[in-house]
């Protein structure tokens, strides 16, 4: 039997619509999971300007920050039962591959969502016969989702799901990479280069990591005074001054980490020069561009890395970051600029696009 259920569907160029989807039920191994809410992510808005530029198959359902609770089983599920609450996890990791048998979950190489995000060879969603991409694995823009097994992770009951559905990625990419990728270590001095939802969670890792400085560095000023409530204690706006001269003067020339949280290869320069000899620069934005950097640093030990989901085990990080939230030390309230009913997506994008808000919530049910 199929769920028949509400969806934001996007078809091409034109804006999203809200359309009637039919779910197939949980197979084995798989969960249906209610959703409470979604967050509206930067990775979603880059799949709609993908679908403006070129070809993206289509129709496809977005949003992959959901909060949510099970609503039913298939065959075979133990991790989960009916009425848990979850986060759901994007990259669901298969824990057999290279990668998953060293603990590196975020490279697994068989993710179990290329086949339902991509080339929709086992779709589980349909618009009568037409089948319909579930975006970033999730699809989550929607009344429902099915998911792997490992990818929905239990979390506490009395944690608020519309707050804590941004631990599904910005929350978790953003403080893993400072608390996972860099390891930064207590009495550091830190610089994030750009203040969005990600960078923001950066802060609040670094914070939570005991680093000394954490210097924020955007080119708005709004951004850097958001970036004051998570956690950072100096401010640098690019637009200004010479970013990386003013960072090593407060960093007092010698800044042990920086981070990129935009995806330019202009600002991945920057994190790299204003590294100190043997600093690291990870790089937390998706830059599709090439990169140059000046060889010679290399004979200084300075490190450049690479970070994708906040290099999260997610059975153990999104749990233990949803704890730390209860606990006070984790800000996620703070980031959610706006709640909006599903018929409202397009707006939340344009917003985003526009640079008004850190993160919009979805509520499907309305
Ligand atoms: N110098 C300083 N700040 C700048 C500059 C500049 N030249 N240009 C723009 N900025 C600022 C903007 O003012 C803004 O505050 C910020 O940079 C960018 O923020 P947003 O809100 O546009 O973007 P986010 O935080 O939602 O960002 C996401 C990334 C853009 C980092 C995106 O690349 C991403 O999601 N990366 C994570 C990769 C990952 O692991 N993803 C998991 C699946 S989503
Ligand atoms: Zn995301
Ligand atoms: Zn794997």
């Known amino acids: 039997m199929a769920t028949d259920m509400r969806a934001a569907v996007l078809r091409g160029p034109e804006p999203i619509t809200i359309e009637q989807v039919n779910l197939d039920q949980p197979d084995a191994g798989e969960v249906l999971v209610r959703v409470v809410a979604c967050g509206v992510c930067h990775s979603d808005l880059h799949t709609i300007n993908r679908a403006k530029g070129g070809p993206l198959p289509v129709p496809v359902i977005l949003g992959h920050e959901v909060g949510g609770i ?89 944690a608020p799901l519309e707050t804590i559905c941004l631990v599904g990625c910005g929350v978790t990419t953003g403080v893993g990479a400072a608390i996972n990728t860099a390891k930064v270590q207590a009495g550091s001095d830190v610089a994030v280069i750009g ?7 950066v802060v609040q890792g670094a914070k939570l990591a ?67 000899a043997g600093g690291m620069a990870v790089v937390v934005g998706v830059v599709a561009q090439e990169v140059t950097i000046p060889g010679i640093a290399f004979l200084r030990e300075k490190q ?51 640079g008004a808000v850190a993160r919009s919530v979805m509520d499907p049910s309305k």
């Not at 349909?126 to 975006?135: A, K, L, S, T, Y």
């Not at 203040?195 to 969670?201: E, S, W």
């Not at 007092?252 to 995806?263: H, N, R, S, V």
């Not at 730390?324 to 985003?352: C, H, Q, T, W």
């Open 195 to 201: 203040l969005g939802g990600v960078g923001l969670n």
């Open 210 to 276: 005991g680093a000394r400085k954490i210097i924020a560095v955007d080119i708005s000023d709004s951004k850097l005074e958001t970036a004051a409530t998570f956690g950072a204690t100096d401010f640098v706006n690019a637009s200004q001054e010479d970013p990386v001269a003013r960072v090593q003067e407060i960093a007092g020339g010698y800044l042990d980490y920086a981070f990129e949280a935009i995806g330019l290869g202009a600002t991945v320069r920057q994190a790299f020069d204003m590294v100190r």
């Open 70 to 158: 099970v609503e039913e089983v298939g065959p075979g599920v133990v991790s989960v039962k009916p009425g848990d609450h979850v986060v759901v996890a994007f990259r669901p990791n298969c824990g057999l591959c290279y990668y998953c048998i060293r603990g590196m979950h975020q490279l697994c190489e068989r993710p179990d969502n290329t086949a339902r995000s991509a080339t929709g060879e086992r779709p589980r969603l349909r618009m009568g016969e037409q089948p319909v991409q579930q975006g970033i694995g999730v699809a989550g823009y929607a009344e429902y989702t099915v998911m792997p097994e490992r990818g929905v992770v239990k979390v506490r009951e009395d």
């Open 304 to 354: 450049l890395v690479g970070s994708f989901f906040g290099s999260a085990q997610l059975q153990y990080d999104i749990p233990r970051l949803v704890d730390l939230y209860m606990d006070g030390k984790l800000l996620i309230d703070e980031l959610v600029s706006k709640r909006r009913p599903l018929g409202e997506i397009n707006e939340a994008f344009a917003d985003m696009e526009a």
